[in-house]
């Protein structure tokens, strides 16, 4: 069974920055996308940044030039880099894995439990 296991949120300041790690364990057999979504008080869960098996990246236009997305596969992580932290970025962060756990399973989303960003103005 695939586990998507966050770490590093936390409290920083408006212009700070800060570093989250998504941690994989479980097996699977093929992978289309990972990444990071998050979603704040009284809104939906929308994507912030995902990347293909391919290394292809998607990022929320709120986030561009702010947040980078590294994949070491050898590790089996996702990390996600936030810099030039705003206010509006709080909210909790999910860790995100679309894939398949064999060639003949369905395509599946995958979450892990989330980790809380909060900025402070």
């Known amino acids: 069974q695939v586990q998507l296991v966050e770490s590093g949120g936390g409290l920083v300041q408006a212009g700070g920055s800060l570093r989250l790690s998504c941690a994989r364990s479980?097996?699977?057999?093929?992978?289309?996308?990972m990444g990071w979504y998050r979603q704040a008080p009284g809104k939906q869960r929308e994507l912030v940044l995902s990347?293909?098996?391919?290394?292809?990246?998607t990022y929320a236009d709120s986030v561009k030039g702010r947040f980078t997305i590294s994949r070491d596969n050898a590790k089996n992580t996702v990390d996600l880099q936030m810099s030039s932290l705003k206010p509006e970025d709080t909210a909790v962060y999910y860790c995100?894995?679309?894939?398949?756990?064999?060639?003949?399973?369905?395509?599946?989303?995958?979450w892990g439990q989330g980790t809380q960003v909060t900025v402070s103005s």
């Open positions: 995100h894995l679309r894939g398949r756990s064999t060639y003949f399973s369905p395509w599946r989303d995958y």
């Open positions: 990347i293909t098996a391919g290394g292809s990246p």
């Open positions: 479980g097996s699977i057999a093929s992978i289309d996308t």
